[in-house]
């Protein structure tokens, strides 16, 4: 069963010491095509059925994700060639995270009757939202969909986590940020777009982040960290 995906060689951009430093702290429109790189590669490498991100945290993430697969691949591999969001959280009760995930199980099903869903997170701590997500697809379809999880790893360059239970120190800087973010949530699970100056902000930075780092990779930079 595969756990995790290391790819060797895979070359990065050049970094500063105090770029190198801020990695372990916090992620933000600058940093994270480093981080999220992996991520793309191994979405173009497996090529998933489906694509879901635990929103609200995983939101611009997955937004950095499709900016940097569109630049450096083109359209995502997925049967819909998209990303879709669901709130989910470990304080959500079992029945609620089943609730929240039916309908991308069934979707992931009329794809493939033994589909890949790939979830994406920004981070994660104790893995509990992992595990319990884990359950509610295994009891949905009935052990018929392969699940693996992507989230970002600020240690271990060029390693994607797949299995979603890797403590992660850095924080992005827009977590709980619902104005950078662009979406809040009422009653837990109704989404609303903020359409803030912020929010509007952070996506042009994050397109023009994936664009300058998709020159660079293409351009064949290695990494000299």
């Known amino acids: 069963m595969l756990e995790k995906q290391n790819y060797e060689p895979i070359h ?103 589909p890949l869903l790939f979830v994406i997170d920004d981070c994660t701590n104790t893995g509990i939202t992992a595990s319990r997500v884990r359950r509610a697809v295994s009891e949905l379809s009935n052990g018929k969909v392969r699940l693996r999880f992507g989230v970002m790893r600020e240690f271990l360059a060029g390693i994607t986590d797949v299995k979603g239970d890797t403590f992660s120190l850095a924080r992005p800087a827009w977590r709980n940020q619902p104005e950078l973010i662009g979406v809040y949530y009422s009653d837990n699970t109704i989404p609303h777009v903020l359409s803030t100056q912020e929010a509007i902000s952070l996506r042009e930075q994050i397109r023009s982040s994936a664009k300058q780092f998709a020159a660079k990779i293409k351009g064949g930079v290695k990494n000299e960290c």
């Open 12 to 114: 990065l951009p050049k970094r500063t010491v105090r770029e190198w430093l801020k990695n372990k702290l916090i992620v933000d429109a600058e940093n994270v095509m480093r981080l999220i790189y992996p991520l793309v590669r191994y979405i173009h490498e497996k090529r998933p059925d489906y694509l879901l991100a635990l929103d609200s945290g995983a939101r611009i993430t997955s937004l950095a994700i499709l900016a940097l697969y569109s630049e450096l691949y083109g359209e995502l591999p997925t049967k819909d060639h998209a990303i879709h969001f669901k709130k989910v959280s470990h304080k959500f009760t079992p029945a609620l995270i089943k609730h929240q995930l039916e309908g991308c199980v069934q979707q992931a099903l009329s794809a493939n009757e033994s």
